[in-house]
């Protein structure tokens, strides 16, 4: 049946030319951005699982961020105590020295030499600070007593969120006490605080005669020595500075047990933000290959519409074939 009223030939051509236009524009689309789901209307779950994630992401490059601070800290913090350690064994020696000498001359020479040492570590250790952090002096009462080193970001059932942390006790790596007080300046580091065996700090050690027979030695329970000698008094400086080297080997020890462990976190930290991004690409990145090639097909459906939809309005100019006399 042939009507110059209804064309469904060019009804059908032109549902069909439509759709395929709708399939081209989303191709384009996906071409343009790279993106199979760009927003929420392409695909409402992977839409609300990539921007859950992707905002994870972002918190994981904040915690990489922390952890590198974290991690200059306490290599600021170690390379400080390294230093320290090697000013006190000099110490050590100059104490050795002056026990061997009985001249009080050479004594204060030597002590001298001890007093530049002790500058030294003050130096030093007000040295080793990092961003307004020193995790070998404190510089108040109201100071931090921990340094804290977020390393995850934990988003559980009903988005509850946990966050992980390293902690480093300063009380375990402390050297000077800068809130001490008193003369000489007695604090709770391990290089200002009084000696088990001596009572003497080890920086406000001195070997000279006046000072060394103030000394009242102490055995290992910690009672005082009866009529101690001289070398009664050098072994006790001794001991305390032994004891002193041990503190810090313990904290140079924990420090670089830390950085180990925050370098190991970086290194997952960063694969895991690699791997939620692989999954998010998974989720929401378009094939290319697949749609430059749907994109080719499109193309050619779309021309061969066009030429069925100017087919099936032509058809009704046949019409008029039949009233030509």
Same mark, same amino acid.
């Given at each position: ?72 800290? =306490? ?26 000498? /009985?001249?009080?001359?050479? #004594?204060?020479?030597?002590q ?30 109201? /100071? ?11 988003r ?7 966050t ?35 009572? =003497? ?52 020890a ?6 180990? #462990?925050? &370098?190991?976190?970086?290194?997952? =930290? ?10 998010v ?5 378009? &094939? ?6 749907r994109?080719?097909?499109?193309? =050619? ?23 030509r006399?």
């Open positions: 049946m042939s009507s110059i009223n209804t064309n469904a030939s060019a009804m059908t051509a032109l549902q069909t030319l439509s759709a395929t236009n709708k399939n081209l524009a989303t191709t384009q689309g996906r071409i343009a951005t790279g993106m199979r789901v760009a927003e929420a209307s392409d695909n409402a779950a992977y839409w609300s699982i990539a921007t859950t994630m992707r905002s994870d992401n972002k918190a994981n490059s904040v915690v990489q961020d922390a952890l590198g601070l974290g991690a200059a800290k =306490v290599d600021t913090a170690y390379a400080g105590m390294k230093s320290a350690i090697e000013v006190v064994d000099k110490i050590k020696e100059k104490v050795l020295l002056a026990k061997a000498t /009985d001249s009080a001359t050479e #004594r204060a020479k030597i001298g030499e001890i007093a530049t040492y002790q500058a030294q570590l003050k130096d030093n250790i007000a040295g080793a600070s990092y961003a307004g952090s020193n995790l070998l002096k404190n510089g108040a009462t109201t /100071d931090p007593t921990k340094l804290s080193v977020i390393t995850s970001y934990n559980g059932a009903g988005n509850a969120v946990t992980g942390t390293i902690d480093i006790a300063f009380t375990a790596t402390r050297l000077i006490d800068s809130a001490a007080t008193g003369t000489p300046v007695v604090g709770t580091g391990i290089l200002d605080k009084a000696g088990g065996r001596s009572d =003497v700090s080890i920086l406000n050690l001195n070997i000279t005669g006046t000072n060394l027979s103030g000394i009242v030695p102490k055995d290992a329970a910690g009672a005082a020595i009866p009529t101690p000698t001289e070398a009664d008094k050098f072994d006790a400086l001794l001991t305390d500075i032994e004891s002193a080297l041990g503190s810090m080997s313990t904290a140079a924990e420090l670089g047990a830390s950085k180990a #462990r925050i &370098d190991l976190q970086k290194d997952f =930290v960063s694969k895991l933000s690699d791997s939620i991004d692989r999954g690409g998974q989720l929401v990145d378009a &094939d290319m290959n697949k749609e430059s090639t994109l080719q097909a499109l193309q =050619v459906q779309q021309q061969l519409g066009i030429q069925a939809l100017s087919i099936a309005n032509g058809n009704t100019q046949s019409v008029l074939s039949l009233f006399g």
